[in-house]
């Protein structure tokens, strides 16, 4: 598209009048004199501050900052939920043909192809979305064979990357992983690394060790792939991956133990990306991992079920390796009930006994005595508690796995790049296990990268405003809900400051599905409750002042197959809506909620600000310690006012940058501020 198009004159009308709020909401009579001011008129037109720096996004005592120093609010989204699968051959999860041909495979053209980047760039930074957690994979980069690159991808993703810059879009790079690998349905790694320990991706169906929806089919269960999480072949590789030398000291691959082998090859094959990377302004730096698994490791007892709710089948971890070696087990199932999973009876899992195993050898945790094969055909369980102690001590996953594997990651990648940030996200456990300690760690910049979402919402696909979740407590009350929100993501900020120091806490996802309420919303056109849902995790998000990435935004969604990933449908774009080419908002969904007036720069200190999208009222207070050449910076979004919106805010001095659609406001004091957008006539 033409960029000039959306940079036609526009006319602004302004009306400034005196307004500083006392420390309960009151106005100060003997503040400055009322002003009105209109534009055009003697209100100026202006221009962002160009600033030329090696990075445009720094760290300083705690906070987001640009080069001038200026607190930063990174508003951002997720880009995108097709780039965990192939681009040719499609990849979408529905299709089954090719499935298991993990090497003839080219990622080029995730998120979109390069000559379709304009548009969608474009649409970001008209909906406000300056910054993009920018999803890669292991499998993308690494996928013919360990050692082998994918160049023509790396150069892609380096084009991409250049492109957003051009658009004053700034990213962070995130490695994407979800239960390991497209082969144990999800998205991540890549084929071969099942191989190398001798499973036979083509038995998990049939040995429960995964549900994988490229081979079940159709109607695929909704979020049934999380419990993949719970499964053998995702918990056997995260177990290797993070603590294979000391749970399976008799696996190696070519010599080498295969923890060691792993974690290297996912090194080296991101450090052929950074190495592209390096030196473009718009990078922040690189997540380590999204959403890792413990795997088995810290289980106290292997033949319990798991502390945790498992939708489906749920075999013990001891029941999940049986069934791997080819016994039968009666499994307990779950479906989801009102406000919590239920029980749904029990079924016998491969009775074919079938093998997960190449040529029927005994699997890796029988090899490593977890349990030893009897003579006919049985296992007999050896240890139950074999994956919480070692060497006479009690396993802690942090300290003993993690954190020795965070500070190799970040070592590598600095090493490339000393200014990058390292992104580090919680860990998915079935017992409860905090963030690594990170904060005793001098010479790192730290960011909490944690995830939240309304789960409700998100599993049972129905917006239910009375009804929300707590730490696992089911809490009643629309306003108590709502609270609930805001407490969970502020206990995140006081975790960050608990476990990280000193660093900034990240949203790297939230979102709600856009198929809810069983996809109505695609027969009516009306997308009032994705509206309300979606925007209450906005403001229990600006609630507590934080930096986010909405999950997310799919070039190539449609109604029919959500996100091209397992039945997903969390993308605020979709092809199917795009009715009008040349209108830069279709295509969206539920935009009243997703497009947002915000404080983008702030040369003070952000107090609160928030945004009701039915009154379209947008506030923002702030202190002001030392004045300064470089202004506070609010977008404030075409799609809420148009050309006219009227500012209450005391005396300063203005201007408005018609094509970046900022407010740029210099103080004209030290001091707290109030400022309040609103569309005309109100």
């Known amino acids: 598209m033409n960029h000039s198009i959306f940079t036609k004159a526009l006319v602004l009308f302004f009306i400034v009048t005196a307004f500083v709020s006392s420390a309960h909401g009151q106005t100060k009579k003997e503040d400055h004199k009322k002003s009105i001011r209109t534009f055009p008129g003697d209100i100026p037109e202006g221009t962002v501050p160009e ?274 070696e080819g016994v039968p087990q009666e499994v307990q199932r779950y479906r989801v009930g009102a406000v919590s999973l239920i029980s749904d009876g029990k079924r016998i899992l491969n009775k074919e006994k079938v093998s997960v195993w190449k040529n029927g050898e005994p699997g890796v945790w029988i090899q490593n005595g977890v349990g030893k094969k009897l003579a006919d055909g049985s296992c007999q369980l050896t240890d139950s508690a074999y994956f919480s102690w070692v060497n006479g001590q009690e396993v802690d996953f942090n300290e003993m796995y993690y954190k020795p594997f965070v500070l190799k990651f970040a070592e590598a990648i600095r090493a490339i790049d000393p200014t990058w940030v390292i992104v580090v996200d919680n860990v998915l456990s079935p017992y409860p296990l905090e963030l690594p300690m990170l904060k005793d760690i001098e010479g790192i910049q730290w960011v909490n990268g944690s995830h939240w979402y309304d789960d409700v919402t998100l599993v049972k696909k129905q917006y239910m405003p009375f009804l929300g979740l707590y730490e696992r407590e089911v809490v009643f009350g629309k306003r108590k809900v709502f609270n609930a929100f805001v407490k969970t993501l502020g206990n995140m900020v006081e975790e960050t400051r608990e476990r990280f120091g000193n660093a900034p806490l990240f949203l790297g996802e939230f979102g709600i599905p856009f198929d809810m309420n069983g996809a109505k919303a695609y027969r009516t056109g009306n997308f009032t409750a994705q509206t309300k849902a979606l925007d209450r995790s906005f403001r229990a998000a600006e609630k507590n002042l934080l930096s986010y990435t909405l999950w997310n935004y799919t070039a190539d969604n449609t109604n029919e197959r959500g996100d091209q990933w397992n ?50 009222e947008f506030q923002v207070r702030f202190e002001v310690e030392e004045l300064s050449d470089y202004p506070t910076e609010l977008f404030l ?38 400022v309040i957008v609103k569309p005309t006539g109100r």
Request: glycine residues 10%; aromatic residues 14%.
């Open 567 to 616: 039945g997903e449908d969390l993308s605020i774009f979709s092809l199917s809506q795009k009715t009008n080419p040349s209108d830069i908002n279709s295509g969206g969904r539920a935009l009243d909620a997703a497009i947002r007036p915000y404080p983008k720069k702030i040369n003070g200190k952000l107090l609160e600000y928030s945004y009701n999208y039915k009154t379209k």
């Open 51 to 324: 600033i030329t720096a090696p990075q445009n996004i720094l760290i300083n005592d705690g906070q987001f900052t640009d080069p001038t120093g200026r607190n930063l609010f990174l508003r951002g989204i997720n880009l995108g939920g097709s780039s965990k699968v192939p681009y040719e051959p499609d990849g979408a999860t529905h299709i089954r043909e090719g499935f298991f041909n993990g090497k003839n495979v080219s990622f080029v053209g995730r998120p979109f192809p390069l000559e379709e980047a304009d548009e969608h760039f474009e649409r970001l930074k008209a909906w406000g979305f300056h910054f993009v957690r920018f999803l890669v994979t292991w499998e993308a980069i690494e996928h013919e064979g360990p050692g082998i690159y994918d160049e023509e991808y790396l150069a892609y993703v380096k084009a991409i990357v250049t492109k957003a810059n051009d658009y004053g879009i700034n990213l962070i790079i995130d490695p994407h992983e979800d239960v390991w690998s497209r082969y144990s349905g999800g998205d991540g790694a890549p084929l071969w690394t099942f191989e190398i320990i001798g499973m036979d991706v083509t038995k998990f169906q049939e040995t429960g060790a995964a549900i994988v929806h490229n081979v079940y089919g159709d109607p695929f269960p909704k979020m049934i792939w999380y419990t993949n999480n719970y499964k053998l072949a995702a918990s056997t590789m995260f177990t290797l991956f993070f603590g294979g030398n000391d749970f399976a000291p008799k696996t190696k691959v070519d010599g080498i133990q295969v923890q060691d082998y792993l974690q290297q090859h996912y090194i080296n094959a991101l450090l052929q990306l950074a190495k592209e990377l390096k030196g473009l302004p718009n990078v922040l730096g690189l997540e380590l991992m999204n959403e890792p698994s413990a795997g088995y490791i810290g289980i106290s007892d292997i033949t319990k079920p798991y502390d945790t709710e498992v939708i489906g089948d749920a075999p013990t971890p001891w029941q999940s390796i049986l069934l791997g």
């Open 637 to 674: 979004p075409e799609y809420v006012y148009g050309d006219a919106f009227r500012l209450i805010a005391e005396t300063g001095r203005l201007a408005f940058d018609k094509k970046e659609r900022m407010l740029l406001y210099y103080p004209g004091r030290a001091g707290e501020y109030n």
